[in-house]
C-alpha cells in the first residue's frame, strides 16, 4: 500500500545531523511527500512537508530531488528527543486522502 | 491553539462489551480521519470525515465499527460488539479544508489504547 520506501533503522549520534532517506520512484506530479515521527506510543507527529522545492522549518529541512523520486529530512542537530519512528508519507492521490504509514525508519540517537 | 484531543486514553473491556472513542478535532477542522495500529502492524486507515459527511470509510474493518460524526465536530467511533483483535492503538487527525493541488497535513491526537480481555 505504501509508496515509499525507508531503511528500516539508523542510528546518529547526539548533536549531529541525522539524514533519513526515503524513496518514491512513483510519486504523481501533484502529490506531496509529508515527514511524521512517533515518539514511543504518542500519536504522529507532523514534521514537515514538501511538494518540489526544498523545505525547512523549525524541526527540520526535507531536500527533494529534481525527479522527486526521493527525498532526504535532515534533522540539523539530533537531540535524544529525536529517537522515534519516521515516516515518510506520499498520499495516494487518488484513493482519497487517507496516508499509508508504512514501516518507517526507527531513528535511535545515541548519546 | 488546541491540538486534537481523544478520549479515553486508555480502555479495558471485555470480549463482546461495546466501546465508544472520542475525538475532538482542531476547531474548525473539517476534515477529521480515523487510523488505528493493532499489535505488530503499521498503522492503518479507517475513514475520513469531510464535515460530518462520510467521504471514505474504506478502511473500517467491518460492520461493528461505526463511526460517527453529528453536527460535523467531534466524531465518535463504537465498536459492538468489540472482539479481541480490535485490541490496538486508535488515532485522530483532522485537518483545514484544502483545494485539489494542496497539501493536507493531518494533525494527530495522541490515541487511545483499547484493550479487549
Known amino acids: 500500500d505504501a509508496k515509499t520506501t525507508q531503511p528500516p533503522s539508523m542510528d546518529c549520534a547526539e548533536g549531529r545531523a541525522a539524514n533519513l532517506p526515503c524513496n518514491h520512484s512513483t510519486i504523481s506530479g501533484n502529490e506531496y511527500v509529508y515527514w511524521y515521527r512517533q515518539i514511543h506510543s504518542q500519536g504522529p507527529q507532523y514534521i514537515i512537508h514538501g511538494l518540489k522545492n526544498n523545505e525547512t522549518n523549525e524541526m527540520a529541512s526535507l531536500i527533494i530531488t529534481e525527479d522527486r523520486k526521493s527525498s532526504t529530512l535532515i534533522l540539523p542537530h539530533a537531540t535524544l528527543r529525536d529517537t522515534a519512528v519516521y515516516y515518510c508519507?506520499?498520499?495516494?492521490?487518488?484513493?482519497?486522502?487517507?496516508?499509508?504509514f508504512g514501516t518507517g525508519t526507527s531513528l535511535t540517537v545515541i548519546p | 491553539e488546541a491540538g486534537v484531543t481523544q478520549f479515553p486514553s486508555h480502555s479495558v473491556i471485555e470480549k463482546g462489551q461495546t466501546v465508544t472513542l472520542r475525538c475532538d478535532p482542531i476547531s474548525g477542522h473539517d476534515n477529521l480521519y480515523w487510523y488505528r495500529r493493532v499489535m505488530g502492524k503499521e498503522i492503518k486507515f479507517l475513514l475520513h470525515f469531510v464535515k460530518e459527511s462520510k467521504q471514505d470509510e474504506s478502511g473500517m474493518p467491518n460492520n461493528r465499527f461505526l463511526a460517527e460524526r453529528t453536527g460535523g465536530t467531534y466524531s465518535t467511533l463504537k465498536v459492538q460488539p468489540a472482539e479481541l483483535e480490535d485490541s490496538g492503538v486508535y488515532f485522530c487527525a483532522s485537518s483545514p479544508l484544502f483545494g485539489q493541488g494542496s497539501a493536507d497535513t493531518q494533525y494527530f491526537g495522541p490515541g487511545t489504547r483499547l484493550t479487549v480481555l
Open positions: 508519507i506520499v498520499r495516494v492521490s487518488n484513493t482519497g486522502n487517507q496516508f499509508y
